[in-house]
């Protein structure tokens, strides 16, 4: 399973979009890469998930640069309510390894007024 | 998506006693997933369970010490045995929908 580094933590603002990159640089060909979000007391929720190039959904944007060896999180104009944990996990979306999350340190975004 | 609903959402025991949590899915799962979140840290893996087998257990984690149960296709019991303070965290239960996990609330335990 492919490891992946994140910085420990970010600070922002109200209204300003967020990028946070993720490291994978042993990652399988056969490799997705998904983002969740974990807010304190709750479980992780599901971002969005991607394997190459850009995904974009109501929430969020993945960009994988071709290489695939990072990938960014873009949350754009985020309010306070985005203060979370945010998990970079890398990994094989079929076979034995459905379901078993590896999960990373994460990212502790803090959102200021 | 699917609903998970863990019970107890929290409880606080005395060392050497034993808690079993439950969690409830609201659709049919193969796989139902346990996990641990220490204070401060992420989330790590316990063990898989499936339906009508044993379940198969990460490296670092044993059946004597967290045996599951898994009597059917909505429903699994995670038991934490002869607690320690160290076993102080939160349980999580998991299971996959297509490519997308989704999770309990989790259990705060806090043993004393």
């Known amino acids: 399973l492919a490891k992946t580094t994140q910085p420990i933590s970010m600070d922002s603002y109200e209204g300003q979009e967020v990028n946070i990159t993720c490291s994978h640089n042993?990652?399988?060909?056969?490799?997705?890469i998904t983002w969740y979000q974990q807010f304190p007391s709750q479980g992780p929720r599901f971002i969005i998930q991607?394997?190459?190039t850009k995904v974009t959904n109501e929430v969020a944007s993945l960009f994988i640069p071709a290489d695939r060896k990072s990938s960014t999180l873009s949350l754009p104009r985020v309010s306070l309510s985005d203060t979370a944990v945010y998990y970079c996990?890398?990994?094989?979306?079929?076979?034995?390894?459905?379901?078993?999350?590896?999960f990373g340190r994460g990212t502790q975004l803090t959102v200021w007024p | 998506s699917a609903v998970i609903s863990q019970k107890p959402s929290r409880d606080i025991c005395q060392r050497g006693t034993s808690l079993t949590i439950q969690c409830q899915v609201d659709?049919?799962?193969?796989?139902m997933f346990w996990y641990r979140q220490q204070p401060g840290q992420s989330l790590t893996l316990i063990a898989t369970?499936?339906?009508?087998?044993?379940?198969?257990?990460e490296s670092g984690f044993v059946i004597d010490k967290f045996p599951i149960s898994r009597p059917n296709l909505t429903f699994s019991t995670l038991t934490v045995s002869n607690m320690s303070p160290e076993d102080s965290s939160i349980y999580l239960c998991?299971?996959?929908?297509?490519?997308?996990?989704?999770f309990g609330q989790g259990t705060r335990l806090t043993v004393v």
């Open positions: 998991s299971v996959e929908k297509v490519t997308e996990a989704f």
């Open positions: 042993n990652i399988a060909t056969n490799d997705y």
């Open positions: 991607g394997y190459k």
């Open positions: 996990l890398v990994g094989d979306m079929g076979g034995s390894t459905l379901g078993r999350l590896y």
């Open positions: 659709s049919q799962v193969t796989m």
């Open positions: 369970a499936n339906q009508g087998s044993e379940a198969t257990y």
